[in-house]
Structures are given as C-alpha cells and as structure tokens.
C-alpha cells in the first residue's frame, strides 16, 4: 500500500516566519503535488514535480516555494508566513514518468493544518 | 485544461442509491475521469476511474456518455460512513491536476 506520509499533523507558525513542510512517499512516484483546501475553495493546486530537481507551477503558487532533491521527498516552502496562509496543506504522489501519468491514481497524505498568527 | 462543474452539495437517506453527475464540456481526447472522496481530517482517495462507458468496482460505478462531456458516480445503497465530499477529476496528458470545488454528500438516517 502506498504511504505519503506528512510531517507534521498540526502546525502553528507566527508571521513572518519560514516555515517547511514535508512530505515523504515509499512507492518510488515521479510525481508529486502539493494543494491547499480552505472551505468552499476545493483543492488548489499550488505546485509539483514530476521529477527530482524538476517543479512546475500550480493554480496559486504566490507565496510559496519548493523542494525536490530526492524523489521521495517533496518540501514546501512558506518563505514569508501570512496570516493569508493559514489552511490545510496535502501532499500527494502518483506514478508515471516525464508527466504523462494519466490512468494512474493521486496517493494523498492526511494533511497539515497550518494557523499562523 | 478541462474545468469540471458539481453540485456544492446533495442529501440522501440511507439504503438509497446516489448519484453525483459532473460536467466536463471540454475534456480532450486522452483525458481519463477520476473520482475522489475525502473525510474530514484526512486526504482525499481514490474510488472510481473510467474513460467511456461503464466502470463498476465494489465501491461505485461510473457512467460516461458517448460524448464523454460529463460523468456520473453511483453508489449504491448509502450508509452513514457514505457522507463526504466527493471530487471528479479529469485527467489527461496535462501534468497539473486541477480540482473542483467537489460535492459534499450528506446521508441522513
């Protein structure tokens, strides 16, 4: 079965600070998302990778960085913390190579609840 | 990239049969329709995908048109635990996976 797991369930953070998030997957994906969820908004998709070293931007990646320097690993970045950022973050993974993974399904961790003050 | 429309919401009682349709007008020759369903607290996961026709595993089945411009999940005989939000998803040659905004199914007892 595969696990993403996330590092941390719940997180608090004041503004201003640089805040990590991880994220970790044991199937060996090339692919890996990072989103937010706030209430009536769904999931928006912020960055992802589909290979080490290799990101592409999402719908909303204003205020945010990442980092994938081994493939398992998948780290995003609050350079800045905004009240604005305050949500839940999830990660997911899914198989597949050079992007075109389609037919195959998104693995997602449980989720960081991050407040900052 | 294809935009997927959903109800904000539907109720049912349980033992019924529910289903969600989702609209995806401009879905590309190569795009596949994935569904998702989240609790609350946890990750959204993976229930059903189809590319025409009918797909059924032993959570849901899903229904696709011809046309292939919406989409329809079906579940069977409800229960309690049934409740969640439930995501469609079109799927395809494009790397960003864009999600709606889901429908949040509320089974009453």
């Known amino acids: 079965d595969v696990k993403v797991t996330q590092s941390s369930r719940y997180l608090v953070k004041r503004t201003g600070e640089k805040v990590f998030l991880e994220c970790v997957q044991d199937?060996?994906?090339?692919?890996m998302f990072w989103y937010r969820q706030d209430p009536g908004l769904g999931l928006r998709l912020i960055y992802f990778?589909?290979?080490?070293?290799?990101?592409e931007k999402g719908d909303i990646p204003e205020g945010y960085s990442v980092s994938r320097e081994k493939k398992e690993r998948f780290s995003l970045i609050l350079e800045s913390a905004s009240t604005n950022q305050t949500s839940m973050y999830l990660c997911?993974?899914?198989?597949?190579?050079?992007?075109?993974?389609?037919?195959?399904?998104?693995?997602f961790g449980n989720g960081t609840r991050l407040t900052v003050t | 990239l294809a935009k997927t429309t959903q109800p904000i919401s539907m109720d049912s009682y349980e033992g019924q049969e529910v289903n969600i349709t989702c609209s995806h007008n401009n879905i590309a020759t190569n795009d596949y329709i994935t569904w998702y369903q989240q609790f609350p607290s946890q990750g959204p996961r993976f229930i059903i995908q189809g590319y025409k026709t009918k797909v059924t595993n032993e959570v849901a089945s899903l229904f696709i048109p011809a046309d292939r411009k919406s989409s329809t999940l079906s579940l069977p005989r409800v229960s309690l635990s049934d409740t969640a939000v439930y995501y469609c998803l079109v799927d395809g040659s494009a790397r960003q996976l864009t999600f709606g905004s889901g429908t949040q199914l509320t089974v009453l007892p």
């Open positions: 199937m060996d994906h090339e692919n």
């Open positions: 997911a993974s899914r198989k597949g190579a050079g992007g075109a993974s389609y037919n195959s399904p998104l693995h």
């Open positions: 990778s589909y290979d080490v070293k290799m990101k």
